[in-house]
């Protein structure tokens, strides 16, 4: 696979009286873009970059840029004015990653400015914490969070040279339910059952490979699976279709009887005198 490698990043700021930052990347190269199933969104793959309707869409630390190029520049933008496809994408594609309930103890690596934590994919190093979680680095100022999904451009070369040497699998937040053998992530509505992955979302569900996708709608889902996340979310256990609904009848009142009319046989006419 052919890999994106950024030249440089500058961040500043366009003007005080707007308060609108720009960022401008630069990549060797153009980035190669894999289409997402059954959408029209485009995404490089270990990056948080996106193609859709002629602009590029870039996610860092919490905010939305966007650009006609993938070169920049890059404009901050909100994320009402974000594709809902592509925010769906994203968020298919980057699930929240576990929490951390204590503070790691984290243990220097040899040679390096690189603190890690024996018992996993996190680090720290400058200012920021590092978290890999099946092929997926998030980033956050604190081991308490907000943990935000980053590009591998965005991770330092020392954390991703260290985490190579360590050469760790790291998929916390699993949690097993004994009684079906399903897998589910303890904050996200992520299933693991046999060789797939089962993620609900807005009332569909969809298949991966792979705790991040890409995911495929799908129709068929295995029973225990829909049992697990029915106790879970305290929904139904059985969902029957809905039926047609017939409008009501329209019921009309008795109507009062009236006694019939007097009907009077025809008389003789009366003979003029």
Same mark, same amino acid.
């Given at each position: 696979m052919k890999k994106v490698w950024m030249v440089g990043i500058v961040i500043f700021l366009v003007s005080k009286a707007m308060a609108e930052w720009e960022i401008e990347?630069?990549?060797?190269s153009k980035p190669e873009v894999q289409q997402y199933p059954d959408t029209s969104v485009y995404y490089v793959e270990d990056e948080t970059l996106y193609y859709y309707g002629g602009l590029w869409f870039l996610f860092k630390d919490g905010e939305w840029y966007k650009s006609q190029s993938y070169n920049g520049p890059w404009r901050e933008t909100q994320p009402s004015e974000v594709p809902s496809d592509v925010l769906d994408v994203h968020t298919m594609r980057f699930p929240p990653p576990p929490s951390l309930e204590t503070e790691p103890r984290l243990v220097i690596f040899a040679g390096t400015n690189v603190y890690y934590w024996p018992e996993g %994919?996190?680090?720290?190093?400058?200012?920021?914490?590092y978290m890999y979680v099946d092929g997926v680095w998030y980033r956050a100022p604190s081991y308490m969070g907000p943990w935000f999904p980053i590009g591998i451009i965005f991770v330092p070369e020392p954390v991703r040279i260290v985490h190579k040497k360590r050469k760790i699998v790291y998929s916390p937040g699993l949690v097993?339910?004994?009684e079906t053998r399903v897998y589910y992530v303890g904050n996200a509505h992520i299933y693991r059952y046999g060789n797939f992955w089962y993620y609900y979302r807005n009332g569909r569900w969809y298949r991966g490979r792979g705790r991040n996708g890409p995911w495929i709608r799908v129709e068929i889902v295995p029973d225990v699976v829909i049992r697990?996340?029915?106790?879970?979310t305290g929904?139904? %256990?059985i969902i029957s279709p809905s039926r047609r609904e017939e409008p009501p009848r329209r019921i009309e009142p008795p109507r009062r009887e009236e006694p019939p009319r007097r009907i009077e046989a025809p008389g003789r006419e009366k003979r003029r005198r």
């Open positions: 990347l630069r990549f060797q %994919g996190i680090y720290r190093f400058g200012p920021f914490w097993e339910d004994r697990v996340h029915t106790r879970r929904g139904p %256990g």
